[in-house]
Structure formats: structure tokens, C-alpha cells
């Protein structure tokens, strides 16, 4: 089977968040042919070069959506009046609210506009035209209109064609071909957005079917992503709005989704996607560094907390400072070891120092007894560093592993810690409590004195942490490993393709064509083959 893998800012980059699982997929169904079909984010992470790619990847393929690129191409008067057609019926379907009409009108919009760039040359141009603005201006201004977006100004329209022509990019690029994804059998997203447009295309000019996996959803980052973002209302509204209109497109089109996990299944019902057609697979991860670790009974500093993961504003590490100066109020021998990712997220420096800080202020200097003079009873480290050089030995630290983010998808980190058979504390946030099951304690976000009782609770109760722990290692070698991952979508794609049409193509044979009966050894297919001749000799 040949599938046509299409990710945006991961895998085949050094960097990005799908990078891992794709890796892991592509190697592990190696019977099958991969082409990628790759968007960057940037040029820090085109720079960053690719990974080592197996040899089931036959071919790649890669565009930029971080920086402009001008085909050249203009438009003459009948090509900017079926742009003008178009367009105006996508942006009508992101202004107008009524459910159904409006986004039967945005896909009419999306089609029409990826077949005027297959007849006539790239859209980058036309996006960015007077006419695309006063286009839009109308259909802020139409009757009907949402609410905020009647209020945009001509910078709010300027910016928000910027915004559509790097999104819709994928339409202008020359993928759509029977060199291309016309070649392949099914496509496979690794996320919603810009990631799953080429898979729309495919499916509509070839019949291609479309899988979606997504482990974070694609909407909700936005949403997220948007609130802090240096834009507009009125801008805000219509890229809300641009994105939710795709994501409904996307999930109306593809033949399955795969949720990373309940959670992300949970927006995708919000956002229109037939319950029908969802079916969680959770990530695939890496168990067999952690044997070690988890197969130690003894490992892990019973009187230490560990905190592993990306330092951001979203782990919510003040309010585990601020759990953790309660905790050593009732029991002055605990330490809590800090212990970041190597790579740290835009922003990171400022909120670790405002960390330390804070850390300074609740934990002065103490006289001698569980600690020596000058010696801080928290600790911020990196992994890879002397006292935490592997993540397997970051999470043996402890005898505890803490979770405390008020944001959360998927929590690897969490999962890791099961691996590693640590008893767990975590905020109810995300997947947290379908990744657990029962098998650690979790209390409310933004709560740092549940955290800290359940901390205590469980540092008082070795036996108790010995439990839960061994019963984490249990439903994470269940549920989260790279082998049920690669079992549940091995199986996936055969079922989609066997509900596919049959596609010929040139200098390929027929499916089927000679029976297996044909390669059975001695005279058993011969004698099958005069009785079926006697048979007919008799009906006529």
C-alpha cells in the first residue's frame, strides 16, 4: 500500500511536534510505501535539517507556510472573476454564522479556488489583491454578518488576507498530480488545518480517502494561540472562524479520525465530526528505556518530589511552589527537583527566573538540620545534566512525579512517569484523568493545597505509592505503547482501503488476478481446473 503522510511543522523537520510518532509509524509498517508531504513553520526549523529517513520513503515533498512566495502569476479579467466567485463564497461562509449554509458555502469557496490555482497558477497574487480585500470588506458588511466583524477596518482586512493566503497555500502547490498524491492510496494527515488540505484535494480530484490523526487538536490550539495574540477583535473573529469552517470541511471529508484520546475526540464531536466515524488510538511511546527504572522497586528518593517537562506559563509550576512550601511545612526533610526539557518554548527564560525567584522568596536560606547552610531545597535542573543525564534517571529521582499545568493535551510526561512505575499527583486537566484510570491521585488546577495533601498523602504511604505505582506501569504497557499504536493503525488502513474503489494504474496489474489456488503445489489446481471444464461440458 502507498500512503501519502501529510503533516505541517513536523515530521520529516528535526523539530516539531509530530515528528516522534510519524518516525515511529513509518518504521514500524515497513511493508508499506511512505510519501511525505511536509509544511514547515519556519526557517529556524527548515534549517534544523530532517531526520534520518527509512527506505519505505519513496519520495518528499516539502513547502513553506512561514514566508511568502510569489509564483509570478497574474490574473487576467475572466480568471479574477472566477477568483472574485470563489473567494467571495469562502469568505461569505466565515462571516455568516447559519451553521450548514454557510459552510456548504465555504467548501464551495475552498474547491473552486484550489481548481482556479490547478487551471490558472498559484493564488498568491489574487489572496493578496485589492479585490481580495474589498471582497471580504462586503462580506463583513453584508446582512448577516457575526457579530464584531462588521467593526474591521481596512489594517483588519489587510491582515486577515495575509493570514488566509499562508493558510491556504497548500492549494496553490504542485502535489495534485498523478506524479503526486494521485499516486497513492490513502492519506493520512498527522493533524487537522493546513496539514489535512492536500487530503481534501486528493480526495476530491482523485477519490483518495482521508485519515485524520490528531494527538492535539488543530482548532484548539488556535483558540489558544489566538488569545494572546497581538491581533484585532475583529481579525480574531474571522480566523476563528476561517479555522472552525476548515476543521468542519475536514472532518465531513475524511472516511476515519483518530483521536489521540478522549479529550481531543471531545472537541472534534463540538466541531461537527460524526461520532461514527471517530476512533481513538492513543500515541505510541517508547517503554523499553524505562524498563530499567520501572522494574527497580527500590529506586527513588522516597522524601523527594520531581517535576519533568517543558518550562511554560501553562505547567503552572508557581502553584507547585507554592504546594510545595505547605508540604515542607509538615514535613521539613522533602525536596522538589525542577528538572526541564533541554529545548524550552519562546518565553521560558523569563518564567523559569521568575521561578527561581519565587523559590528564593519561600525557601530562605535554612539553618542547619534536614539541609546544609546555603542549600535550597528546590532544585531547577535540565536533563542531560550530571544529576538527571537520561529522562529514565530524571523520573527515578523521586519517588513521586508531580503534574500541576492548568493547560494540558496528551500528558506524555505523565505517561513516561507510568513507565517508570511512580506514583503520580496531577491536576484534572486534558486527558490527565483517562490517561490515569485510577491509578495515581489528581485534584483540581490552580489549587496548590489539594496538591500539596495529596502529595503528603502519598509520601506518608510508601506501600500505597508502591501500588499505584505498579499498577501505572501496567496500564501504560497496556494502552501507550509503540506496538498497540502501530497494531491499530495496520489494521486501519487495510479497512479503509478495502471500502476504496479499485484505482488502475499504468503498468499495474489487476488485484486479484491470479487466485491463490494458482501457487497451491502438485495437481490439486489442475484438477479443479478439468472439473470446472467437465461442468461446462455438461451445460451445454
Known amino acids: 500500500m502507498r500512503i501519502g503522510l501529510l503533516t505541517e511543522g513536523g515530521y520529516p523537520y528535526a523539530t516539531g511536534e509530530s515528528r516522534l510518532w510519524c518516525d515511529r509509524l513509518v518504521r514500524g509498517l515497513a511493508p508499506h510505501e511512505f510519501d511525505l508531504y511536509a509544511l514547515s513553520r519556519s526557517a529556524r526549523q527548515e534549517e534544523a535539517g530532517w531526520v534520518d529517513l527509512p527506505p519505505q520513503v519513496q519520495r ?17 479579467r475572466r ?45 498568491y497574487a489574487a489572496l493578496r489583491s485589492e479585490l481580495a480585500v474589498r471582497t471580504l470588506e462586503s ?17 483588519d482586512y489587510l491582515d486577515t488576507v495575509d493570514q488566509l493566503e499562508r493558510a491556504l497555500r497548500p492549494l496553490s502547490l504542485d502535489w495534485y498530480g498523478e506524479d503526486g498524491l494521485g499516486a497513492v492510496d490513502l492519506c493520512h494527515a498527522a493533524s487537522g488545518g493546513s496539514a489535512a488540505l492536500p487530503g481534501l484535494l486528493a480526495k476530491r480530484f482523485f477519490g483518495t480517502p482521508l485519515l485524520v490523526t490528531e494527538y492535539g487538536v488543530q482548532l484548539r490550539a488556535h483558540y489558544l494561540a489566538a488569545a494572546g495574540a497581538p491581533r484585532s477583535a475583529p481579525v480574531r473573529a ?20 483518530t483521536p489521540g484520546n478522549t479529550h481531543a475526540r471531545r472537541w472534534q464531536e463540538r466541531c461537527g465530526a460524526d461520532r461514527a466515524k471517530l476512533r481513538t488510538v492513543y500515541p505510541g511511546m517508547e517503554s523499553e528505556r524505562f524498563t530499567e527504572v520501572g522494574e527497580d522497586e527500590e529506586s527513588g528518593d522516597p522524601a523527594t518530589l520531581v517535576w519533568v517537562g517543558r518550562v511554560e506559563p501553562a505547567k503552572d509550576l508557581i502553584a507547585l511552589l507554592h504546594a510545595f512550601a505547605e508540604v515542607r511545612r509538615q514535613q521539613p526533610d522533602v525536596r522538589l527537583r525542577v528538572i526541564a526539557a533541554p529545548v524550552r518554548e519562546p518565553g521560558a527564560d523569563a518564567y523559569i527566573t521568575h521561578c527561581k525567584a519565587l523559590a528564593a522568596q519561600l525557601f530562605p536560606d535554612e539553618a542547619p538540620g534536614a539541609h546544609a547552610v546555603g542549600e535550597n531545597p528546590v532544585s531547577f535542573e535540565e536533563i542531560g545534566g550530571p544529576e538527571a543525564p537520561t529522562l529514565a534517571e530524571a523520573y527515578a529521582a523521586g519517588a513521586v512525579v508531580v503534574l500541576s499545568s492548568v493547560v494540558e493535551g496528551f500528558p506524555i510526561s505523565l ?23 485510577g491509578t495515581g491521585l489528581v485534584v483540581p488546577p490552580r489549587n496548590p493545597r489539594a496538591l500539596a495533601d495529596a502529595c503528603l498523602a502519598l509520601l506518608r504511604d510508601p506501600e500505597r505509592r508502591y501500588r499505584l505505582g505498579a499498577a501505572a506501569r501496567a496500564r501504560a504497557l497496556e494502552l501507550f505503547t509503540v506496538e498497540q499504536n502501530l497494531a491499530a493503525f495496520r489494521g486501519i488502513y487495510l479497512e479503509l482501503l478495502s471500502h476504496s474503489p479499485v484505482r488502475r494504474r499504468a503498468g499495474e496489474g489487476v488485484p486479484f488476478a491470479h487466485p491463490a489456488e494458482a501457487y497451491v503445489p502438485g495437481i490439486w489446481a489442475d484438477q479443479r481446473v478439468s472439473a470446472a471444464a467437465g461442468a461446462g461440458d455438461t451445460d451445454a
Open 415 to 437: 505517561v513516561e512517569a507510568m513507565f517508570c512505575a511512580r506514583a503520580t499527583v496531577s491536576t484534572d486537566v486534558g486527558a490527565v484523568v483517562e490517561v490515569i484510570g
Open 60 to 76: 518528499v515533498r516539502t513547502a513553506a507556510l512561514w514566508a511568502p512566495e510569489d509564483d509570478g502569476r497574474t490574473y487576467g
Open 238 to 257: 474571522l480566523l476563528a472562524a476561517f479555522h472552525g469552517r476548515l476543521a468542519g470541511e475536514v472532518y465531513r471529508q475524511a472516511a476515519l479520525l
Open 79 to 123: 480568471e479574477r472573476r472566477r477568483f472574485a466567485e470563489h473567494f467571495g463564497a469562502l469568505v461569505t461562509g466565515i462571516c455568516v454564522e447559519d451553521g450548514t449554509p454557510a459552510a456548504a458555502r465555504f467548501a464551495e469557496g475552498l474547491y473552486g479556488l484550489a481548481e482556479l490555482a490547478g487551471d490558472r497558477g498559484g493564488l
Open 139 to 155: 462580506a463583513c458588511r453584508a446582512p448577516g454578518a457575526r457579530r464584531g466583524v462588521a467593526d474591521a477596518t481596512v489594517p
